[in-house]
Each structure stands twice: as structure tokens, then as C-alpha cells.
């Protein structure tokens, strides 16, 4: 019997405890792009054009930044207003969506698990396996609401057009968002020795993972939102000079409550292997298996403000019949010249799937609980092969092939949509009329699974060969290419695609029709999931290993690279089979870890770095969209750096000075030794997500087990 635990416990890393927040800001108003900006003091942007105040007097820019100490319009008038046309505030506000905004939630989090295993007989051994994990993270990631929209009409618009104003919340109060996860898994078994030469076990897994979140989208009432745009409370005036009274429009809670989402799983599984024959002295095993497994996600609510969604309850059952036949044909003793070692690997896999789901429900908060959910159930069905070889012509090298095909079905979170309606702008950019979705109207968003979808199906093809050269003792390497072949593979359909060729998309946007024949505003937009009609994966892994015992100590130096060659994806009709490796939504050409490890009398000193190469700013989708050069534009160069991140680390085993503590060790180490920031990428983030905003760390762990 084993037992171990584990807590974390993290601290918040918030915008105002490093530059990167700033620093992206301030580098995409240097571009000469900066779309709807949250700053120090109110900006206020127009979508349609240079803004004109009520007066006929034209600004001559889309946008102004409140000016410092402006105590609004009916003290100062609008000619400060006027004088800082074209200004944009970029500076942290003093509130949750400035400083306070979270970059990482504080976390705790804590695991345990149990292992037992007992010998019933000669025979029979038994096992259990029990897991628990539970996660609450706590931050202000979700900012509270920031921006007010005018129409022209409202007595609080100094201006004639639409525009927003993206105001600091100095003063408000909000709740800190709240995500909560747990899972518990326990799994028992039984191993039969059948023979000196078989064996069989039966294994029962039971899995239940449930989450929940808690924030604040708009932590103000509605009344708040109505005294604003009636000019009762001015929102055009330097607010942390000026703030806002929030005292009777704040709400007490969260207004977003999403979950429990509950999962259930279920896995009995039944295996068999053993020696069926031989050839030429070498034994040819084979493995069966029978296999149920079960998931049912359970029904679920999310609330926004007074409006309910209800998820239906789903679930997919799979009934697996799967055999693997092994001949190891050739080995040392009975190779030739060029065979040393020679074995053949086939298999095969018949899979039934039943897969039950429907459409989520919008309604209201107090309604009648709704029945109706559109229900659907799909069954599926389809078998598929693995055929491999290994080919070793010496000791010093070997040579292995393998192709094998496969099937997968939609999960039961892709099957139904959820269709929500908005009367405000959301919605992705529209560039035929030049306008975010929502601007001109009230559209219908649909996003979410498909009920549509059909199972992708794939071929994979991969050979490669691995160098163990007896006069060097210690060094291995290895290369392998892959590739894989996709057909219907299930992804999202990114919005830039449907503007691109709304003629090919006719079924996933619907327009106004307009007197005078030009494009009406988008009453109807489609983006739930979709069957890519075909997907293509090339890469090339190399790894090289390298250990030697020294006078000092064992030191071992590992070398790890994936180059991908091509990541080919062709979405509809018309669309090119683009490659999309080292674009936004593509992988990069390179990726690479290098490490040096020093072991000596239970102390493990280890050196690892991260590489990342350069990729470009545009979308893999269309690099030629308005989207992508709008990215250009934003970044201000064509790609994002490459970036190269150090870590060092020593582990030492305890028992080596105290041997009551049995198996404890203590680590230690600094991660990003050298404090190197992530590089500028112009999205909400401001930097690379391939690198941590939390630059520099230092960790120190204790760990310990009992047996």
C-alpha cells in the first residue's frame, strides 16, 4: 500500500506587479492601433467615422481621451474635449480592470492517492486505485464593466454618432470570480495468472469530475446603465478625480453563475494475452479485449443576469472488441546478415458508439422548467487496423514503420448549439460594412456543437530510426517522421472564413435586405463547429540522449526538437488547403528543450531550456483577411519573436542525512533564471502565451510518500 498528497498554494499575479500589461499598451498605441482601449482616464471611440459633437463642432479624429483633472462638460465646456482629440489613455486604471486584474488567479489546490495492491493466492492478485483532486481558483480576470454605449439620441452623448466610452471603475466593488473543480476516480481490478504463459485481468474504473464558476460580468444594475446614458451620472470627466458614486447600483453578488457541470464515467474492461505460438523458437503473443466505457454529463444551468441556459443531459456508451497479434520473427540468435532483429505488429478495433444529446434552452430566471430540448441519438459504428514493423540490420541501429487508421465520433459537448441574441456589439468584425456585429442591430449568434457533425476519420503514417552506437557507450538518437491524414475533422469555424466567402457560407450568415441594394447589417451569424473537409499533419521529432559516469557523478545531457513541416487544413469548398505552420492558429516550425542532468549520492542538479521559434501575426486560416492585416497593423511587424526560456533545479533525497524519513525529498530551483520577459503579441494578453508572465520563479517543494 502507497499513500501521497499534495497541496499548492498561489499568490495572484496582478497587472500592476509587472510592466507586461503596460508595456503591450503602450506598444500598440506606438503602432498606431488601439481598439477600444481601457486607460487611466475615460476614452471614448466612434465606429463610424471622425467624431462630431452635438454642436456641429468636428473633432477631426474617432477618438479622444478624457484629459486630465476635466471636471465634464458644464464646468470645463467641450473645448478641453476638443484639444485632446486623437489622444488615447493606455495608463492602469485603479480598479479591476487595471491594476487589479488578475494575469494568474490565486490558487489552491490539493490531491491525494491511494494505491493498494494484495496478493489473494498464488494466483490472484487484487488492485485499488483511489484519486482525488480539487482546484479553487480566485481572481479578477473577468473585468467589470467598462464601457458604456450611446446612441445618438441619449442626453448623456455629447457627440452625434454612436460611441463608446470606456470608463475606469475607481470605487467599485467587485466580487472576485470564483472556479471550482473536483475530480474523484477510483479504479479496482483483478490479475489472473490463467497459465505460466497467460494472464488475464478485469479492471472497473468509476470517474466523477464536476465544476463550477462563479463572476461578475456586469457588476452595476440596469438603472445604472440608464442614469448614464440620460447624462445623470457623466461619465466624460476625469474619474479618479471625479469618481463615480456606485453606492445604490452595485449588485450584491455574482450575476454570472455557471454550473455545476457534472460528468460521470464508467470503464469495465476485460483483457486477455498471452503465447499462441512459436516461429523458429520466438513466441507470437497476442492480446483481446472487451471494453465498455460510459460518460453522462449530467443537466446543468449557466445564469447571465436574469437569463437561463439549460444543458440537457447527454451521454455516449463505446463497446470496444480490440485483438493484437505480435511476431517477433528474427532476433540475435537466429539473424542474418542485415537482420538482427526483424518483428511484425497488427491489430485490429471495432468500435459502437450510441451518442445521446440535444440543444441547450434560453429562458428566464423564474420561468417554468423547460422540457423540450430537441433530443437526438446517433449511433456509429466503425472498426480500424494498426500494421508496424521494426527492422534492426545490427545492434547499433534500428528501423520502424507503422500505419494504422482511425474513427472518432463527436463528443456529446459537440453535438447541440446554443443560440443567443444580442441588441448591442459583440459579435465578431464585420469588415463589409466596416462595423463590429451588433453595431446597426439586434443579430443571432449561434455557437456551440452541431448536431450535423460527422465522425472524422483519419490515416496515420509514421517511420523513423534510432542510432545505439556500441562505440560510444550512452548516446542514443532517434528520428521519426509523422504524418497524418484527416478527413471531417471536427473544428471551429473561424469567423474571418464565413466574411471572407458568405456565398460559400449562405447557410451561416443571413444579412438584412436593404432598399438600396447594398450589404444590410447581419441579422443571423453561424459560427458552431463544422467538419473541415480534409487535414493534413507533417512533423519531424528528434531526440538525442547522452549519459556517462564520471568520477563526480552520472551526467546525462538530453536534446528533444519537433519541426512541423506542414499543418494543412481546408475547411470548405473554394477555400485553399492552406499551411499553417507558424501562423496564429497553427503550430510553430520549431520547438525545442534542451537539458543537462548531475546525479551524485542522491542529489540531482539539472539545467533545462525551452526554445520556441518566430511565427507570424496573421491568421493560418486566410493570411490575406482583413483580420490578419488588421493583426499586422496592431503588432506592428509581420511576426512574434522566437524565445528561449533557462531553468535550473536540484532535488535532494532526504534519507541520505535522516533514514526515518524515509522516501522524502526536497526541491528546489529558479524557473526563467534570467528573467526574460515573453515577447509583444497584440491580443487581450499583450504577450506571448508561450512564455509565463510571471517571469522569474522560485519554488521550493517537499515531497514525501509512505508504503
Known sequence: ??????????????????????????????????????????????????????????????????????????????????????????GLSDDASGRYRSIFAQETAWSTNLNVRHQLSNRIDMLVDLSIFDTTSIGTDRAPYRSAFFFPDDEGNPFQQFVFAHI???????????????????SSGLIYRLSKKWSGTLDYTFGRSTNRQRYTGTPLSNEFFIDVASGDIDVFRDLNKFPIDFS?????????????????????TGRVSGEIARIWGRPVTMTALLEHRAEVAKKSETTIHSDLTTFPRRSQSVDSVYTELRLPLVDSSNGGSFIYEFDLQGALRFDRYRTTGGDPVNTI???????????????????SFT?????????????????????????????????????????????????????????????????????????????GVVITPRVVEGLRLSVDYTQIK?????????????FADEELYSDRIVREITGDGGPGRVTLLDTSLINA???????????????LETGVGKVSLRAVGSRSIGFKRQTGIGE???????????????????????????????WDSQFYSSYSVRNGADPESFDSDLNVVRQGAERVSSQTYHDLSATFGLNRVWRTLGNSEIAMGVQNIFDKKPPFRADINGYSTYGDPRLRRIFLVLRTSFE
Open 168 to 186: 475606469p471603475s475607481v470605487g467599485l466593488r467587485v466580487k472576485p470570480s470564483r472556479f471550482e473543480s473536483q475530480t474523484f476516480t477510483v
Open 248 to 268: 445604490g447600483y452595485e449588485r450584491p453578488d455574482w450575476d454570472i453563475l455557471a454550473g455545476p457541470y457534472t460528468t460521470l464515467q464508467h470503464t469495465l
Open 365 to 383: 430566471v423564474g420561468s417554468p422548467e423547460p422540457s423540450d430540448f430537441s433530443m437526438s441519438t446517433s449511433r456509429k459504428e466503425a472498426g
Open 533 to 547: 473537409l480534409r487535414a493534413r499533419v507533417k512533423a519531424i521529432d528528434v531526440q538525442a540522449d547522452y549519459s
Open 576 to 606: 485553399q488547403f492552406r499551411d499553417r505552420t507558424g501562423y496564429i492558429g497553427g503550430p510553430l516550425k520549431w520547438q525545442a528543450n534542451l537539458g543537462a542532468l548531475w546525479e551524485i549520492s542522491g542529489l540531482r542538479v539539472s
Open 387 to 463: 500494421l508496424a514493423a521494426r527492422w534492426a540490420p545490427s545492434a547499433d541501429a534500428a528501423f520502424r514503420l507503422s500505419y494504422s487508421t482511425g474513427f472518432l465520433p463527436p463528443a456529446i459537448e459537440q453535438i447541440g448549439s446554443l443560440v443567443s441574441s444580442y441588441d448591442f456589439p459583440i459579435g465578431p468584425f464585420d469588415p463589409v460594412r466596416e462595423e463590429f456585429v451588433g453595431t446597426s442591430g439586434p443579430f443571432d449568434y449561434v455557437t456551440g456543437g452541431n448536431r450535423s457533425l460527422r465522425p472524422e476519420r483519419s490515416k496515420s503514417l509514421s517511420f
Open 486 to 498: 484527416k478527413r471531417d475533422e471536427i473544428t471551429i469555424l473561424d469567423p474571418s472564413l464565413i
Open 1 to 90: 500500500m502507497s499513500f501521497s498528497a499534495a497541496i499548492k498554494e498561489q499568490r495572484p499575479l496582478y497587472a500592476k506587479d509587472n510592466s507586461l500589461t503596460l508595456d503591450a499598451r503602450s506598444r500598440a498605441l506606438a503602432n498606431g492601433f488601439v481598439l477600444f482601449p481601457a486607460g487611466q482616464f475615460t476614452n471614448i471611440t466612434s465606429l463610424n467615422g471622425p467624431l462630431v459633437l452635438d454642436d456641429g463642432t468636428e473633432v477631426g479624429s474617432d477618438r479622444i481621451a478624457i484629459p486630465r483633472g476635466y471636471a465634464g462638460r458644464d464646468v470645463d465646456g467641450l473645448g478641453p474635449l476638443v484639444a485632446n482629440a486623437g489622444q488615447v489613455s493606455v
